[in-house]
């Protein structure tokens, strides 16, 4: 069984979100969003379409608890309902059920190091 396929996104606290999106955009030519920026690419084995998210949070969000640290890493992963099972077995925290949207399924794991990880389904997988 496969488990993480690819980065799904990177996500980082800041003081200034939109700042934080302009000076991307300005400097590094990053095409950002209120949300940040989408990085499309194709799978080089199954040459699927995919992405990856690049999202700057305030500071005091509290989507990142109960990880203290300043990031979170999103993975995509395939047959994530059989995966979270595994992980249940092999003693990984899981912090939350798998929760369904018409983009996707979503899961929150904590590393050794009690780093927040979201894994991610994409819809249609």
Known sequence: MKRVTAIGG?????????????????????????YGAKFDWKDAESNKKGYTLWSPFKESTEYFEPSKKEFMINYHVENIETLVEELKREGVTVLDEVTTYEYGKFVHILDPEGNKIELFEPAGE
């Open 10 to 34: 990177i996500f980082f606290k800041c003081e200034n979100p939109e700042q934080v999106n302009e000076w991307y955009k300005t400097h590094l030519g990053i095409k950002t969003s209120p």
